[in-house]
């Protein structure tokens, strides 16, 4: 687990010039049980009706669970991809913040499964995500 000590600001500023550093995701926390991020509803994430763009929960869903699976593999051996991804999007957002929290439901040596909590400022949830990831070798 070559990345597992690695911090919120790290991760941040590796980010930078990317889509996390375009759609405004910020680091909040960073375990190899847990990844939270929060990301801002405004101009780079909603869709024309003025609400969160589905696509930007999935982007930050994605995110999490990519980099979550990745600080939990030896990183000289093997990089995690994403392999299906899926989104219920229940409730929408017209300002504020999202918080997206990452949790493992499976890490096995070829593949992971990460569930991805989208929620408001309230706790309510806004998306809820399932990520699979593939384990290859570099």
């Not at 999935?58 to 990519?66: F, K």
């Amino acid at each position: 687990m070559i990345h597992a000590n690695i911090t919120p600001e790290e991760l941040q500023k590796g980010s930078s010039g990317t889509m996390v550093d375009h759609l405004g995701i910020e680091f909040l926390e960073v375990s190899t049980t847990r990844i939270k991020a929060k990301m801002p509803v405004d101009r780079r994430t909603i869709q024309p009706y003025g609400i969160l763009h589905g696509g930007a929960s999935v982007a930050l869903a994605e995110t999490l669970g990519s980099i979550a699976a990745q600080i939990n593999i030896d990183g000289e051996k093997f990089v995690a991809v994403g392999l299906e991804i899926n989104a219920n999007h229940v409730r929408s957002m017209r300002e504020g913040y999202v918080f997206g929290t990452a949790a493992p439901l499976h890490i096995g040596k070829s593949t992971h499964i990460w569930e991805i909590k989208i929620t408001d400022d309230q706790d309510r949830l806004v998306c809820i995500s399932r990520l699979t990831v593939a384990i290859i070798n570099k």
